[in-house]
C-alpha cells in the first residue's frame, strides 16, 4: 500500500470512530513531523509526515482522553504531566487501531520511535501480553479475556467503542 493509501485508510477510520482530523501544513516544531493536535483534532502536513503510523498513536491520544477535556488538547501531549499517565492507553489503543485496520505492527512500532522499544513492544503485544489493557479496560473501551467470557463479549484487542466517554 503506499502512503496515500495507508493515509486515506486511516483518515476513513477516523471519521468513522469520531476523530476529527484536517489536512493542512504544520510548523516544523511539532513532536512528530507533519502531526499537531490542536483542540483535540489532528492536524497533519502530509508533505512532513514522516510514518503515517504516527497518526494511530498521536489518535490514541485523542481516543483515551475523556471527552470532556479532548476539546482541550493542544500541543505535545507528553509535556503535560498528568496526561503521560495515558501513554500507556495511548500505545495499546494504536495496537488495536493496526489490528483493525489489517495493518502489520511495525506500521505503528517502527525502529525511530517508542525510545528504541518498539521491537519490544510488538514481541509483548503479538505474545498477547497487552501493557495497558486494564485502563483501556476501566475506560469501558475493551474487556480482557475473563471479562469479555462474563459479558459473553470478543477480548481485546476488539474494540466495544474507540471514544472514551
Keep these: ?18 476523530i476529527a482530523a484536517e ?11 507533519g502531526i499537531l493536535i490542536e483542540a483535540g483534532r489532528l492536524i497533519i502536513d502530509i508533505d512532513k ?5 504516527d497518526l494511530l498513536h ?3 491520544h485523542i481516543a483515551v482522553e475523556s471527552s470532556a477535556e479532548r476539546p482541550l488538547m493542544h500541543g505535545n501531549i507528553q ?5 503521560e499517565s495515558l501513554e500507556l492507553g495511548a500505545i495499546l489503543w494504536s495496537y488495536a487501531a493496526l489490528r483493525h485496520l ?7 512500532f517502527h525502529e525511530e520511535g517508542y ?13 498477547g501480553m497487552y501493557i495497558g489493557l486494564p485502563l483501556l479496560q476501566w475506560m469501558g473501551l475493551t474487556y480482557d479475556p475473563k471479562n469479555a467470557a462474563k459479558m459473553n463479549a470478543e477480548p481485546f484487542p476488539f474494540m466495544l467503542k474507540w471514544l472514551r466517554e
Aim: hydrophobic share 35%.
Design 58 to 60: 498521536e489518535a490514541g
Design 79 to 83: 509535556t503535560d504531566s498528568p496526561k
Design 23 to 33: 489536512l493542512r501544513p504544520v510548523p516544523d516544531s511539532t513532536f512528530l513531523p
Design 49 to 53: 509526515l514522516k510514518h503515517p503510523g
Design 115 to 127: 525510545k528504541g522499544q518498539s521491537d519490544w513492544l510488538i514481541e509483548q503485544f503479538e505474545g
Design 102 to 108: 489489517n495493518l502489520p505492527p511495525e506500521f505503528v
Design 1 to 18: 500500500m503506499t502512503k496515500t493509501g495507508e493515509i486515506d485508510l486511516i483518515l476513513h477510520f477516523f471519521e468513522q470512530i469520531g
